[in-house]
């Protein structure tokens, strides 16, 4: 404890001193230029954070926005492009059906629907459920508001550890129209187009539309073909009318079409010779670089395909003594998620898993505000309800599966294998039928109906001058009706040749009976062999209050610091792959402390806060490698976390300007036994101790000849904090031929010209300037029965060029 306390003050004093050479530097600046009366304002930045329009700097939170200007220095498509420069934010979108979240270390590791997330999405105010429906491409986004911290008071629900709140561009009274071209290595396509028309004299019409294409960056080895594509369009259309001279709706309607091949993956097990098998255990110390290797696929029916939809009103109403806001929204969303997982061509080590959702969720919201000179207040109750199905399948072929049996020493012959040693016999009789070479399924089917209401209240007291405390209270209530099927395998063209065999009389002959043929390898824990075809459920209901206490002090105009203590919860569940399992909520309490300053004659601010969190009865759907065949576990762990963040943004000069974001994080397991049976309690939790990001911008009047404007940008991440369920789930340092957690930077460069009348721009990008690639997962549900183990890579190097119009 002593020794996570003494880091924590050192990350502060490391801050805290980069902070004052910071503050320094005007000074010494200031002698080399011009006067500081021609000087440019820093910009002030609007953030409706707690549910009010206020100015970041009297926001008493942890807050980053990241700006449009941002979105384009990086070319960001989606959240996941700008992760690396949130410090604290991982986004894993490599999978943009099955992405992950995780904010100042906490996350949730599940993809099944019984489970929701910790970290909550919001567009426009509106709750963006979990699982596929959730990355979504940028349309017109504003700004992004990144929350750090459970928010669980004003946001609700699935906020444990933060919330991100994309706010898009609404409908203007100007006659507007841009369109944007990118082009890029890899066959890489991105156009997208807006505009924006007056309809009447209080309407307005904005319509977006976007495309995004790209071939890939990695190629099957044996035939050329692209094996991880990008390939995506949608469009958002938004409504704005007056209804008199207080009241004004906002209608609007987001689509996308996704439809790809599913997430690459690279073998890194070395291979003998056909029809030679891997070597069991593996031996990780033997892994192969999947960067440097190539990648053989013969996956089936390979997809990543979803299709969304959702429409939202928006109805505000000014009154005498405040306002509301009426929020009315509903989405819904298909989407398939089809990987390989051995990383060979070899039929007789294939498996693949597939993952298909549809989703459908509606959400009412009224919220009513007002203030007066003592107090601003927030009061409101809203209605969530959710229906979801999702199938999670292994696809195989009777030739793996018949390795599998192999390698188990389940077939009662001479040679272990079961199908194999059929179809010899099969051939020497000259029977055309064979039992290899059939598909064969193994699935769970998982259906899910959730019902949340809320009320909840947030009052700001002005109790002097410069001192304000804020006060804030949700009650939720969940309830959720979930239910499992699993049935046996399904492999419909094997039973059909069984079928013939059996009326053949061959098994009687043989001495095998047809019931051999008959088994599963993949969903085989007890609940699940004991329920084969019966459908199961569970309808379970959770209650929550989290409370949020604020006090926040001015010393000057410049000058704000803030202690705040805030809950934080993520709702019970179920285990889709585990019948009858369960879990209640997750809660989190936040100690925090921090301070805002703006120095403006120096054009400068930075904000400082440090936090102590603990994180009870945390859930974890792990992979339990201590069976013969692997299988889906809920994991469950109590955590805490020292940690700061730090934001800094100086305008140096009127051209250039420079921004810097740290976080240091300390989270570590409170009380924690492993599905091995290791107890990690203090041990870390695999979270990095470091993350950073800064950039500098600069800007050329080229007066008759327009604007130029550079942008560099760099983030820096250090290595994973590894302990052994990490090691064991293989997300960290299970070999070092891999370097698996390794460090990671990433830099990225933009070059814009702009045109005098703005109308035309010219821009050359590029993303990872230095080509970092890292392993971002390991896929080892076949390690121990089939001896493959894949590999997914984050992507090389980007650049292409930007052609732009604004009218």
């Known amino acids: 404890m002593l020794l996570r306390k003494h880091k924590l003050v050192t990350a502060i004093a490391a801050l805290c001193g980069g902070a004052a050479l910071t503050l320094a530097l005007p000074a010494l600046a200031?002698?080399?230029?011009?006067?500081?009366?021609?000087?440019?304002?820093?910009?002030?930045?609007?953030?409706?954070?707690?549910?009010?329009?206020?100015?970041?700097?009297?926001?008493?939170?942890?807050?980053?926005?990241?700006?449009?200007?941002?979105?384009?220095?990086?070319?960001?498509?989606?959240?996941?492009?700008?992760?690396?420069?949130?410090?604290?934010?991982?986004?894993?979108?490599?999978?943009?059906?099955?992405p992950s979240f995780e904010l100042r270390g906490i996350s949730t590791d599940d993809f099944g629907i019984g489970t929701d997330p910790a970290v909550g999405i919001y567009v426009d105010g509106v709750y963006a459920g979990?699982?596929?429906?959730?990355?979504?491409?940028?349309?017109?986004?504003?700004?992004?508001?990144?929350?750090?911290?459970?928010?669980?008071?004003?946001?609700?629900?699935?906020?444990?550890?933060?919330?991100?709140?994309?706010?898009?561009?609404?409908?203007?009274?100007?006659?507007?129209?841009?369109a944007r071209l990118r082009l890029g290595n890899e066959g890489r396509v991105y156009a997208d187009a807006m505009v924006n028309l007056p309809t009447g004299e209080d309407a307005a019409l904005r319509i977006n539309a976007l495309f995004n294409h790209s071939d890939g960056w990695i190629q099957d080895a044996n035939n050329g073909r692209d094996l991880n594509p990008e390939n995506n369009w949608a469009t958002r259309a938004a409504f704005r009318l007056g209804l008199g001279e207080r009241t004004t709706a906002t209608l609007s309607w987001d689509h996308e079409n996704l439809d790809q091949l599913g997430q690459a993956t690279t073998g890194i097990v070395p291979l003998p010779p056909r029809p030679g098998l891997p070597t069991l255990p593996v031996d990780e110390l033997g892994y192969l670089d999947p960067r440097k290797v190539p990648t053989a696929s013969d996956a089936e029916g390979n997809e990543e395909s979803r299709r969304f939809d959702g429409v939202t009103l928006i109805v505000d109403h000014a009154f005498d003594w405040g306002s509301l806001t009426a929020t009315t929204s509903w989405r819904d969303y298909d989407s398939v998620n089809r990987v390989e997982e051995d990383g060979t061509d070899r039929n007789y080590l294939y498996v693949d898993s597939t993952n298909t959702e549809s989703?459908?969720?509606?959400?009412?919201?009224?919220?009513?505000?007002?203030?007066?000179?003592?107090?601003?207040?927030?009061?409101?109750?809203?209605?969530?309800?959710?229906?979801?199905?999702?199938?999670?399948?292994?696809?195989?072929?009777?030739?793996?599966?018949?390795?599998?049996v192999r390698n188990l020493g389940m077939a009662p012959t001479p040679t272990g294998y079961l199908f194999g040693y059929v179809d010899q016999q099969l051939a020497a009789f000259g029977i055309p039928i064979r039992l290899r070479g059939h598909r064969w399924n193994e699935k769970f089917v998982n259906t899910l109906e959730t019902q949340s209401y809320a009320v909840f209240g947030d009052v700001i007291w002005h109790?002097?001058?410069?001192?304000?405390?804020?006060?804030?209270?949700?009650?939720t209530r969940d309830e959720k009706d979930f239910t499992w099927l699993n049935n046996p395998r399904s492999a419909p063209t094997l039973d059909a040749a069984l079928d013939q065999l059996e009326a053949m009389g061959f098994f009687a002959l043989a001495g095998i009976p047809r019931d051999t043929f008959v088994f599963d390898v993949a969903f085989i824990d007890p609940p699940a062999m004991l329920n084969k075809g019966v459908t199961n459920r569970a309808k379970r209901s959770w209650s929550d209050v989290s409370p949020r206490f604020v006090a926040d002090y001015h010393f000057n105009d410049n000058t704000m610091g803030y202690a705040s203590l805030a809950k934080g919860y993520k709702a019970g569940g179920f285990n889709s792959l585990q019948i009858g399992s369960r879990f209640d909520n997750e809660d989190v309490w936040n100690l925090e402390f921090?301070?805002?300053?703006?120095?403006?004659?120096?054009?400068?601010?930075?904000?400082?806060?440090?936090?102590?969190?603990?994180?009870?009865?945390?859930?974890?759907?792990?992979?339990?490698?201590?069976?013969?065949?692997?299988?889906?576990?809920?994991?469950?762990?109590?955590?805490e976390a020292y940690g700061v963040d730090f934001?800094?943004?100086?305008?140096?000069?009127?051209?250039?300007?420079?921004?810097?974001?740290?976080?240091?994080?300390?989270?570590?397991?409170?009380?924690?036994?492993?599905t091995n049976g290791v107890d990690l309690s203090g041990k870390p939790t695999g979270v990095p101790h470091w993350f950073l990001a800064g950039g500098m911008n600069y800007q050329w009047n080229l007066q008759e000849h327009g604007d130029l404007r550079f942008s560099l940008r760099h983030a820096?991440?250090?290595?994973?904090?590894?302990?052994?369920?990490?090691?064991?789930?293989?997300?960290?340092?299970?070999?070092?031929?891999?370097?698996?957690?390794?460090?990671?930077?990433?830099t990225d460069l933009r070059l814009a010209w702009t045109a005098p009348n703005g109308h035309w721009g010219l821009a050359l990008f590029g993303n990872n300037v230095f080509d970092n690639q890292y392993i971002n997962s390991l896929g080892t549900y076949g390690k121990t029965v089939l001896g493959t183990v894949g590999a997914r890579v984050t992507d090389p190097r980007t650049y292409g060029v930007e052609f732009n119009a604004k009218f």
């Open 130 to 178: 979990r699982g596929g429906g959730v990355l979504l491409p940028f349309t017109d986004v504003e700004r992004i508001e990144i929350l750090k911290g459970p928010q669980g008071t004003l946001f609700g629900r699935n906020t444990a550890a933060g919330a991100v709140s994309i706010i898009t561009r609404k409908p203007g009274n100007d006659t507007e129209a841009a």
């Open 359 to 404: 989703n459908e969720s509606v959400y009412q919201e009224f919220k009513f505000a007002g203030s007066t000179d003592r107090i601003d207040w927030v009061a409101g109750a809203s209605y969530f309800k959710e229906e979801a199905d999702q199938t999670s399948e292994v696809n195989a072929l009777t030739d793996s599966v018949d390795t599998i």
């Open 594 to 639: 921090g301070l805002k300053q703006s120095f403006p004659e120096h054009r400068l601010q930075y904000n400082l806060s440090a936090y102590y969190y603990v994180y009870d009865n945390r859930q974890a759907v792990v992979l339990d490698m201590s069976t013969t065949i692997p299988r889906f576990v809920v994991d469950t762990s109590d955590m």
């Open 716 to 746: 820096y991440r250090s290595k994973q904090r590894c302990n052994a369920e990490s090691q064991a789930q293989s997300t960290c340092g299970p070999s070092p031929a891999l370097q698996l957690g390794e460090s990671r930077n990433r």
């Open 647 to 674: 934001d800094a943004r100086w305008q140096v000069t009127d051209g250039l300007g420079l921004d810097f974001n740290a976080a240091f994080i300390d989270a570590t397991y409170k009380n924690y036994q492993s």
């Open 463 to 475: 109790a002097t001058d410069k001192l304000n405390l804020t006060f804030g209270l949700r009650y």
């Open 30 to 98: 200031q002698t080399a230029e011009a006067p500081r009366a021609e000087a440019k304002d820093l910009d002030a930045i609007t953030v409706t954070a707690q549910s009010r329009e206020q100015e970041l700097q009297d926001v008493p939170i942890a807050l980053q926005v990241v700006s449009d200007q941002l979105i384009d220095d990086v070319a960001a498509k989606d959240l996941g492009d700008l992760d690396s420069f949130v410090p604290g934010l991982v986004v894993n979108s490599q999978q943009p059906t099955q």
